[in-house]
């Protein structure tokens, strides 16, 4: 598994881990309406999933957002942030940001993607910052499990590996 700390105190990630070549695991979570957002959703797109603790903390925002700039910039790409984030406090936040390039759901009720992904902090129940390229036929071709929870993640390589993707 990974080796993630959260404010430097070490992380017990619950799941299974995902690597470059991985088929990419279905998950359930819910979209701000409730309603139920699987894997499926995005068939045929090429998927930038950026992952944070919570969407309401500077640098989960500050990532949020540069993916969201990013993305304005790609073709046949979808950005999925996730967190553990309760979908009301997403809606307010995806309201108040004026984003629109970037899809921001929730694992709250089952920790189907935390798990799914090896992302679930058991300390915590957040989910661990992380980022996942998923070609358009759901091959994973990138994955940054990021070390420190409250680092940045590589954007430069996330995007790269995302233009590159088939």
Not at 26 to 55: H, Q, R
Not at 105 to 111: E, I, L, N, P
Not at 115 to 134: H, P
Request: hydrophobic share 40%; glycine share 6%; with cysteine.
């Amino acid at each position: 598994m990974a080796n993630v700390t959260f404010k430097g105190n070490q992380m017990t990630l619950v799941g299974s881990e995902v690597k470059v070549g991985d088929q990419a695991p279905n998950f359930s979570v819910l979209a701000n309406d409730l309603s139920a957002v699987t894997l499926e959703n995005y068939k045929g797109f090429k998927k930038l999933i950026s992952v944070v603790p919570s969407i309401d903390t500077g640098v989960c925002d500050q990532q949020t957002r540069k993916f969201n700039e990013e993305a304005a910039k790609l073709d046949n790409v979808k950005v999925i942030t996730v967190s553990m984030d309760l979908p009301f406090a997403q809606k307010r936040w995806c309201a108040a940001s004026g984003l629109d390039n970037v899809e921001v759901v929730s694992d709250h009720r089952d920790a189907s993607f935390g798990e799914a992904y090896g992302v679930l902090m058991q300390e915590l129940r957040l989910l661990a910052r992380s980022t996942f390229v998923v070609d358009s036929n759901d091959k994973v071709t990138y994955v940054e499990y990021v070390g420190e929870g409250t680092d940045h993640p590589n954007y430069e390589a996330a995007i790269e590996a995302v233009k590159t993707a088939e």
